[in-house]
């Protein structure tokens, strides 16, 4: 929609609207394992245990160093029913990014300035997180993925404003159908026991950000809503897509650890294992 009005300010926050409160409908992309994906987590687990060399472990090797696991094919099979398993899981784990974005498509009004700053910040926290979990900082971790700083501040750009629109259309949603959050609810939304969720609320009242506490928590129960009424239809990936996904994946390797696709393992302890 051009030329959005902006939205109303009451009561200390914006409100917003939607062009349609119907269940959203999303597609779901379903990943197409490939033998190379298989490869790699027999590579991880054989590396593991102590195998270096060139061509895949023997029969006996197997039956020796992998619990449970007797044979190469009883292994290849194994790690393709563990893989699906995690595709499974990460499937049902877009559902609510993919509702988010889907939503944030009927926001009848722009979205001011200041939500997309304070939407930044909270973008490159979490960049910075991710620097932190990983043990660097984020210049690290800007080199490591090949990006430069240019194209991390026009990626966080991009994601504020998405994550500003979806903020935006799930308050429409509060709004619309005046969902309300108790503050004995807080430990199931935001996933921790009573006694963090008690100090988090001590916490934010401290520093005056328990509203926007309490706002994000509203917003969770209305994704909840978007998400539990949603309408899915899943779209296999093909072999050639799949087949893309997985060059690129391995050229991210390549460009985090050069010289080394198989995650930066010394030259004696390289997985150098064919693929099934």
């Given amino acids: 929609m051009p030329n959005k009005p902006e939205p109303l300010f009451i009561d200390g926050h914006y409100h917003y609207t939607l062009s349609s409160y119907e ?10 394992l490939t033998d190379e994906e298989v490869g ?30 007797n044979t190469l094919a009883e292994l290849q099979q194994a790690v393709r ?9 990460y499937v049902e784990s877009t559902k609510a990014g ?58 966080v750009s991009e994601e504020a404003q998405a ?21 004995t609810e807080l430990p199931g939304i935001l996933g ?20 926007d506490m309490m706002a994000f928590a509203r917003r969770r129960r209305a994704l909840e809503a978007v998400v539990r009424d949603a309408s899915f239809t899943e779209e ?8 893309r996904r997985v060059a690129e994946m391995r050229a991210q390797m390549q460009t985090a650890m050069p010289g080394d696709e198989n995650g930066g393992c010394g030259e004696g302890d390289k997985p150098h294992l064919k693929l099934v």
């Fill in 40 to 69: 790699y987590g027999i590579a991880g687990i054989v590396a593991e245990r102590g195998w270096n060399d060139d061509d895949l472990p023997t029969d006996a090797w197997i039956a020796e160093n992998v619990e449970g696991i």
């Fill in 98 to 155: 993919l509702c988010a974005e889907e939503l944030a498509r009927r926001v009848e009004q722009r979205i001011p300035a200041e939500s997309i700053e304070r939407a930044r910040d909270t973008v490159r926290q979490g960049f910075e997180m991710q620097a932190m979990q990983n043990g660097v900082d984020l210049a690290q971790l800007l080199a490591a993925s090949g990006m430069s700083e240019h194209d991390f501040e026009h990626a």
């Fill in 81 to 89: 029913e563990e893989l699906e398993q995690i595709n499974a899981r």
């Fill in 192 to 211: 921790m026991s009573p006694k963090d969720a008690k100090a988090l609320i001590e916490e934010t009242r401290k520093h005056g950000d328990y509203e």
């Fill in 236 to 243: 296999h990936e093909t072999a050639e897509q799949a087949a």
């Fill in 23 to 32: 269940p959203v409908e999303v597609t779901l992309t379903i990943p197409h």
């Fill in 163 to 183: 994550l500003a629109e979806q903020d935006a259309a799930l308050d429409a949603i509060v709004d619309e159908y005046a969902i309300y959050v108790d503050e």
